[in-house]
């Protein structure tokens, strides 16, 4: 028995970055937490929490987690959209860790039990140019991973995604307004092959490498990045172009056999449907936080799973230890699963939000605690205050705002 929910609070802390953290308390003083961070828009999603959604939660059963998903999500009236999907993903999350507690076991066991002993996970390798870009890719490969995301500089780009300076973690978001970067297609089109041909000289064809064009291309131009890449046999070229219009990945689909993956930003079902049922994507990339929890994301792999669409959840230090919890838990559950990203959290991360998750020689797994294993330190979190931090965006050379 898990009885109601007497208490549901939202916690705002910055141990490395900001997370929102909603925790659910029951009658029988079981405790959930769900993870509710959207990338700089978190208070919008903590005051969704705080002034809409914890006076409904209050006395509500706590095991029916169906019936509370739809009460929050058509309820509502206004569906949709990433601050509502992460809110109502974060009581989703709180209410299965609150589940799998009171039946004493790890959540994968209540979603089905495992369909896998361990859960691969993917790197990520930055370099200012090619050859750091490599050196970064042998380090991941001593490290025991099989599969490792490449970023490389651009020659006359000055900033270029995915590349982190000399000696630092990559970490986009940085604090006050938001950086503007700048971008040349040209450039990196004729420059992103040469750095796949030159992994794949030195690391021959077993490494499973990735690549994010980050939503930066037109159809034709993933087009053509795609058909240049094949040679070099890549695991996923990701977010070629951005998938509001779903069928232009008809478009990519129609020139090369590179598989495509998608949906870090999606928010539900809906977004990835044509995707999906037109068989225009090889891996969908939605998260437990931002597509409405486990609950949902489910549904979204259970569709995926009719058309050969595997799963590639998105797991970025953008989202909080609570989420990479939840995340392998579903990884180890999901018959159609892909394959996990990872961006090792920062020490004062883990700190604040104590886990049972581990890594070992590439792959993760979720360890056996009851719940999804994760749970965040109070004391620990209030000593790490809420600073405002953005994303970049980006132009083109003639100042164009292009697509971040």
């Not at 979603?111 to 002993?117: D, I, M, V």
């Not at 044509?274 to 979204?300: M, Q, W």
Request: proline share 6%; hydrophobic share 40%; with cysteine.
């Amino acid at each position: 028995m898990t009885g109601r929910i007497k208490e549901a609070r939202v916690i705002v802390c910055a141990p490395g970055r900001n997370f929102v953290t909603l925790k659910i308390v029951t009658e029988d003083g079981l405790h959930g937490i769900g993870d509710a961070t959207l990338n700089g828009r978190e208070l919008a999603v903590a005051s969704y929490l705080a002034d809409h959604v914890v006076p409904c939660l209050i006395g509500r059963d706590a095991a029916r987690i169906e019936d509370t998903w739809q009460y929050l999500y058509k309820g509502a009236y206004w569906r949709r959209g990433p601050v509502t999907m992460s809110a109502i993903a974060a009581v989703d999350v709180a209410l299965w860790d609150i589940k799998a507690k009171a039946a004493g076991m790890p959540l994968y066991q209540i979603l089905g039990g495992a369909s896998r002993e361990r859960v691969m996970v993917y790197g990520h390798a930055t370099g200012r140019d090619i050859e750091e870009t490599a050196d970064r890719v042998a380090e991941h490969l001593d490290e025991g991973y099989r599969a490792v995301r490449a970023q490389s500089g651009v020659p006359g780009i000055a900033k270029v995604y995915g590349v982190a300076k000399a000696g630092e973690r990559y970490e986009p978001a940085k604090r006050g307004l938001p950086e503007e970067q700048g971008w040349s297609t040209e450039r990196y089109l004729d420059h992103a092959p040469k750095l796949f041909e030159r992994l794949r000289e030195r690391f021959g064809m077993d490494p499973h490498l990735l690549h994010d064009v980050h939503h930066r291309l037109s159809p034709i131009e993933a087009a053509r990045l795609g058909k240049s890449l094949e040679p070099c046999r890549l695991f996923w070229m990701e977010d070629p172009t951005p998938a509001e219009n779903q069928d232009a990945f008809r478009l990519i689909r129609g020139h090369t056999t590179t598989p495509i993956a998608v949906g870090e930003v999606f928010n539900s079902v809906w977004d990835a449907k044509t995707l999906i049922e037109g068989g225009l994507i090889d891996y969908v990339r939605a998260s437990v936080t931002h597509a409405g929890g486990i609950t949902h994301l489910r549904r979204i792999a259970d569709l995926a799973s009719l058309h050969h669409v595997r799963t590639g959840c998105h797991g970025a230090t953008d989202l909080s230890p609570v989420c990479m919890g939840a995340a392998l838990h579903f990884d180890l559950w999901v018959p159609n699963f892909g394959v996990q990203e990872r961006m090792p959290h920062p020490p004062e991360t883990d700190d604040v939000f104590p886990h049972a998750y581990t890594f070992e020689n590439g792959h993760m797994h979720p360890g056996e605690a009851p719940g999804h294993g994760v749970d965040i330190d109070e004391a620990k979190a209030a000593r790490y205050p809420y600073a405002p931090a953005y994303l970049p965006v980006a132009r083109l050379e003639d100042g164009t705002l292009w697509n971040w």
